[in-house]
Every structure is written in structure tokens, then in C-alpha cells.
């Protein structure tokens, strides 16, 4: 089945265009609040507003109460003055501050995010950011410091920009892809992207580096453990390090056990057509291939192969050297290729269904908690103080 063509018309659209499709998609998705931080800080500071006029109208009330017999005098009302006085400045303060924000930042990141997450919808793939490392790699060491942030998903492989929290690490792109089976640790070190070094974040020995036809040498510096180098040798067909130099020069490579992972440290949005039209051309024109040997490599090994050595997705056959197809016009060759996910307006075709886990409904009773000691529980004191103020007895 080949690949869907790519459809980008959703990072050229009007930013309303945009902005609406968003909204039809998160009322479709049932998607009613995402906690940020500048969310998180508004309601942290409206809560103090909150809290704020509580203790002063409370004050004033013990005042009144202990010390003026329950009798509001001028000098009751001049620290009524001062508390409203207060707390109109710190709202005009606070809505300039959230207007700022919104026209100068929160629009354009908004913006930013939904087209490459429109552009993923319509071409199959699922946004799905991670707080964790979702793939075994390199650049995946420190699990529970990596950022996958964009992260676009389909069955069997995803791709997007991977960060640490290191101080000084480089923002990865990154395509990993599901191979039929586990394989030999394989290194490729693209020569492109170097300068006076590599740019791998692990070093390697001399002796685990191989020597390969000339062409892909000045390519690639290849690395495989020492008594897997027939293995490797095996996996880097002349058609797939023909493949490779073609279509994935400008990317490092690494194969863990059964993950494939192209990965640059290159400078890369996915608002711009070419990340897209690259990513695709990886899938199309280079993975086919790598699994394709996988499989044969499996196959020479195990007279019945397990069930759970089975690709998680098939592949047709590839296609000849010699009729490969330009990337602009790219057929694919995988067999279950990515299908829209949405319409043009931004609705899904298949509803999402909500998925309700533990970690999510205790979520839900924290935030429940929170609300209701932020908002609830002050409003219901600041009007018993103003009763009992008005009313002039405790």
C-alpha cells in the first residue's frame, strides 16, 4: 500500500483558520483544560486576590467587632479604601501582564504548535509529546530527563525533537522505527554533520569501527561490537548503504535491538514543508530496505520464526535502485501506510475515545482539591465578613 501523499496546507493556512480547527478539534477530543505554566501562575495569582480580600475584610471585621462595638467608623472605611484600592492596581497590573502575554506570546506559540499538529493529524500521525524517553538509544540514556516535544506517532514508529535536561546536551530530530526483529548494535556516524568532532553523545573504540566500501566511508564512520561485525556486515547490504548515502546522509544512525533511529542534532521545524518531505523520504525510501534485511536475517537463522519476531508492521517489496521515485513525488512502499486523521475543518473521522487511567482520576481529585481551597473556600468567608459587616455584629 503505498504512502499517503503529504498534506501541508495546514502550515500555510490563516492563523484564524488554525485557531479554529484547534478548537473543533479539542471540543471533539473532549479535551476541556491543559494545565501550563502560565496557566498555573494566573490561577495562582487570582487565588491570592482571592485569599488577599479574605484576610482583610476579615481583619477589618475583628476590628470592628473588638474594638469599635460592632460600629463602622471613618477609619473603618478608610482601610476598606485602601484594601479595594489595593486590589484594583494588582488586577489592572496582572490583566496588562496576562495581554501581553497572550498577544505577544501565547497566540504565536499556539499557532505554532496546532499547524505541525494539524499537518501530523491530516497526514496519520497521532501528536503525542513525552515527559520520558519512549525508544532505547543514545540519545535516549538519561530516561527520565528526555523531552520528546513535538512527538508524532503512528504504528511502529515516531518522530519528532528529543531535549535533556543536561546543561549544554543538543536538541535531537529524531525518526525511530519498530523493526521486524532484534538485531546487532550498529553505530552510523554521518560525516556531514561533524565539525572538528563527532556529534554523538557517546564515544567509541577504534576497534569497534569497520571499514566499508569507499563511497560510504566518506559518509558514514561505522561502528558495530567486535564479534557482531558479519552480522553488521550482513545488515549493511550494498543496496541499503546505497540507500542510506542517498537518502539519509545528513543523519546519524544507530539500530538497538529492534528500534532503527535516525537522529541530527540539525536545527529542525516542523512548520517548514522540508522537515516533513525528509521524514517521509526516511520511511519511504530508506526503512523499507533495512527492514526487508531484517527479515531475511531472522529468516536464515530460525527455520520457523516465533510469532513474536513477526514485523509489527509489513513492508512490500522495495522498489529497484534503478526506479526509485524523486522525494517530491515520493510512493512509498510501506504496506500499512498512515491514513488522515482528520477533515479540513479539523475533526476527526473516528472519535478519540477517552482513555480514563488511576494516574488520571487522582489528577482529577488534586485538581478538585486545589479548586476548591483556591476559589471556594475564600469566596465563602468573604461573604460571611461582608455580612457580618454590613449587618454591624459579629
Avoid: C
Amino acid at each position: 500500500m503505498p504512502l499517503q501523499p503529504l498534506y501541508l496546507e495546514w502550515l500555510h493556512e490563516p492563523d484564524g483558520r488554525v485557531l479554529r480547527a484547534r478548537g473543533a478539534h479539542l471540543r471533539q477530543s473532549r479535551i476541556t483544560w491543559t494545565m501550563t505554566l502560565p496557566k498555573a501562575l494566573g490561577h495562582l495569582n487570582a487565588a491570592s486576590m482571592l485569599w488577599y480580600l479574605t484576610v482583610a475584610l476579615i481583619s477589618i471585621d475583628i476590628v470592628i467587632d473588638n474594638q469599635h462595638d460592632g460600629q463602622v467608623l471613618g477609619s473603618d472605611w478608610g482601610s476598606l479604601a485602601w484594601m479595594v484600592g489595593i486590589l484594583a492596581v494588582w488586577i489592572v497590573i496582572a490583566a496588562r501582564i496576562a495581554r501581553r502575554r497572550r498577544s505577544k506570546t501565547s497566540s504565536r506559540a499556539t499557532v505554532t504548535e496546532w499547524r505541525q499538529n494539524l499537518t501530523a493529524l491530516a497526514n496519520g500521525f497521532e501528536p503525542q509529546p513525552s515527559q520520558r524517553a519512549t525508544f532505547s538509544s543514545m540519545i535516549t540514556a538519561d530516561r527520565d530527563a528526555v523531552l520528546e516535544n513535538p512527538r508524532f506517532t503512528a504504528s511502529g514508529l515516531e518522530f519528532g525533537s528529543l531535549t535533556t535536561t543536561r546543561p549544554g546536551s543538543p536538541t535531537w530530530h529524531y525518526l525511530a522505527v519498530t523493526l521486524p526483529a532484534p538485531l546487532p548494535h550498529l553505530v552510523l556516524d554521518s560525516t556531514s554533520n561533524n565539525s572538528s568532532r563527532s556529534d554523538l553523545p557517546a564515544g567509541f573504540g577504534p576497534l569497534q569501527r569497520i571499514s566499508l566500501e569507499r563511497e560510504f566511508d566518506r559518509s558514514f564512520v561505522t561502528y558495530a561490537p567486535v564479534d557482531k561485525r558479519a552480522d553488521a556486515l550482513y545488515v549493511l547490504s550494498p543496496e541499503v548503504m546505497s540507500d542510506l548515502v542517498e537518502y539519509a546522509g545528513d543523519y546519524n544512525v544507530e539500530i538497538v535491538d529492534d528500534t532503527l533511529v535516525f537522529f541530527t542534532s540539525a536545527p529542525t521545524d516542523f512548520t517548514d514543508a522540508q522537515t516533513w518531505i525528509a521524514v517521509q523520504t526516511l520511511i519511504d525510501s530508506v526503512v523499507p530496505r533495512l527492514a526487508q534485511r531484517t527479515q531475511r536475517f531472522v529468516d536464515e537463522r530460525l527455520p520457523r520464526p516465533h510469532r513474536s519476531l513477526l514485523p509489527a508492521f509489513e513492508f512490500a517489496a522495495a522498489e529497484p535502485v534503478t526506479q526509485r521515485v524523486a522525494p517530491a513525488v515520493t510512493v512509498g512502499v510501506l504496506a500499512n501506510a498512515p491514513v488522515p486523521l482528520i477533515a479540513r475543518s479539523g475533526r476527526r473521522f473516528v472519535p478519540q475515545k477517552r482513555r480514563w487511567r488511576v494516574s488520571s482520576l487522582l489528577l482529577n481529585v488534586v485538581a478538585f482539591v486545589a479548586y476548591f481551597v483556591a476559589y471556594f473556600v475564600p469566596i465563602v468567608l468573604i461573604f460571611a465578613a461582608v455580612l457580618t459587616i454590613t449587618d454591624g455584629r459579629p
